[in-house]
DNA sequence: TTTTATTATCGTAATATTGCAATATTACGA
DNA sequence: TCGTAATATTGCAATATTACGATAATAAAA
């Protein structure tokens, strides 16, 4: 039994997990703040800068992007990527939502 | 290799990934969102409305109260929880700044 | 077309997470 | 003290996640 029952929550509810899970490993977190640094990058600049192997970062990428964090166009041979800034403020949004709404039904 | 190298981050990319990672499990959210709701209730109650065995609901309140968003004490033989609504706060703040600064960043 | 560089994918081992049943532990009341 | 109720813990199986090396796939340049 490993796998969520995903099926008993709401939609609501799985979204929130969903997008939690995206940041939930500090790989993911330090990369999403490297590349707004440089506004746009390649995947072996995050490799040297994270410090962990390129095939692990690039399945770390792979999360990111389908999630919709990331835009990524080719520069050479290379796919420079930056931040989907929109789906970001999105998700921000979404997880504000969450708190709030959580919050206030407490202080009725 | 099942274990995140955690060593290799700074202390606030740490913090944000092991925030997310509470609310990385719908049953979480859920839970989370109920005893809101309630202002105060009873891991039995949790168990009747999320739907997963007492002893599942159990871990994941272990797993809430650990993070400190949990607020318990006896009513009878029961425990009684609410939120702990200023460590939500918290959580919230430290989220909203990884996500504005992330975005700023990239916008300069 | 071949070579080189870059990234994705696959396979693997180790570890973490999830859900449940069984049971231990704790908190009362009789 | 015993009985009951409530919750935590343990053990287990199944699955997911993590990191890495090897290699496949992709994108140029020569």
Redesign the pocket.
């Known amino acids: 039994?490993?796998?969520?029952?995903?099926d008993?929550y709401n939609e609501e509810t799985n979204t929130i997990a969903a997008i939690a899970?995206v940041f939930?490993?500090?790989?993911?977190v330090a990369i999403l703040q490297f590349i707004s640094k440089q506004d746009a990058c390649?995947?072996?600049?995050i490799?040297d800068e994270i410090?962990?192997?390129?095939?692990?970062?690039?399945?770390?990428?792979?999360?990111i992007?389908d999630a919709g964090l990331l835009k990524?166009d080719?520069?050479?041979?290379?796919?420079?990527?930056c931040l989907n800034v929109d789906r970001f403020k999105t998700f921000q949004n979404l997880f504000n939502s969450y708190f709030n709404t959580t919050q206030n039904n407490c202080c009725t």
Chains 1, 2 share one sequence.
């Open positions: 039994m490993g796998a969520s029952k995903l008993i899970k939930a490993h500090p790989a993911r390649i995947c072996n600049d490799v410090g962990l192997s390129q095939s692990t970062i690039s399945q770390h990428l792979k999360v992007n990524g080719f520069k050479g041979k290379s796919i420079c990527y």
